[in-house]
């Protein structure tokens, strides 16, 4: 079974700051690993994701996010915080081959000051 | 369709009333996914179906929620005799339109807010 854990539901940033968002993965096999956003309202929309090869995987909107299997994260990032940034963010896991449930985690909600 | 379409977008329910939601996936799109997300949570996995399949329901709460999709394409999920508790976004996604290997990418609707009185 996989699973994900998101460190800090609510997470502010200044504009212009660097975004961190903390995810840790928990697979008894190689896992994919997914980062989702979600605007107010709307459904899910991926950001970026990890299922093989290179280890730092770049997404839209300026987010990457890095493999690291001895840690067991996959942290999400952007350099520079965007006030259109704000939203929730959901760290999500799954096996590889074949059906495969998704697993999300509870999500961190991305707040940005002006 | 250009994405995933769900409807009603919104439903009010008494306690003990029965509704249904409806889910138009991406066309040709394979697997369809049903996910509930309660208030400040992430999405939790309901079932999934490939085709008119239903390959997993092991997500689903209770034998008062039933999921079908005859024909391989839309998708119901019913909710017999509401109760407070079942008050969420329910989220349909679907995926893999080749039905190959799963990498996980998930197109979401918007999702329909359940609130039961």
Redesign the interface.
């Known amino acids: 079974a996989q699973s994900v854990t998101q460190l800090g ?1 609510h997470v502010s940033v200044s504009e212009g700051a660097l975004v961190l968002l903390r995810c840790n993965y928990s697979s008894s096999v190689p896992p ?1 690993l ?1 980062w ?1 956003v979600q605007y107010p ?6 950001l970026l ?1 990890y ?1 093989t090869g290179a280890t730092l995987v770049k997404g839209i909107n300026g987010f990457e996010a890095e493999f690291k299997k001895s840690e067991t994260s996959f942290h999400l990032t952007k350099p520079s915080a965007h006030m259109s940034d704000a939203a929730e963010y ?1 760290c ?1 896991v ?1 096996g590889s ?11 961190t909600k991305l707040q940005v000051i002006p | 369709g250009a994405g995933v379409s769900q409807s009603p977008r919104y439903k009010v329910a008494k306690r003990g009333q029965d509704v249904a939601l409806r889910c138009d996936p991406i066309s040709g799109h394979v697997s369809l996914f049903w996910y509930q997300q309660a208030l400040g949570q992430g999405p939790e996995f309901l079932t999934y179906f490939q085709n008119e399949a239903q390959l997993d329901k092991s997500g689903l709460p209770s034998d008062r929620f039933f999921a079908e999709r005859p024909e391989g394409s839309v998708s119901t999920l019913k909710i017999q005799r509401t109760q407070q508790e079942d008050s969420a976004v329910y989220l349909c996604a679907s995926s893999s339109p080749s039905g190959g290997s799963n990498t996980g990418e998930l197109f979401f609707g918007e999702g329909s807010r359940l609130t039961v009185l």
């Open positions: 539901s994919y997914f989702y309202n709307q459904g899910l929309q991926l994701k299922t959901f999500a799954s081959g074949g059906y495969q449930k998704v697993t999300f985690g509870t999500g």
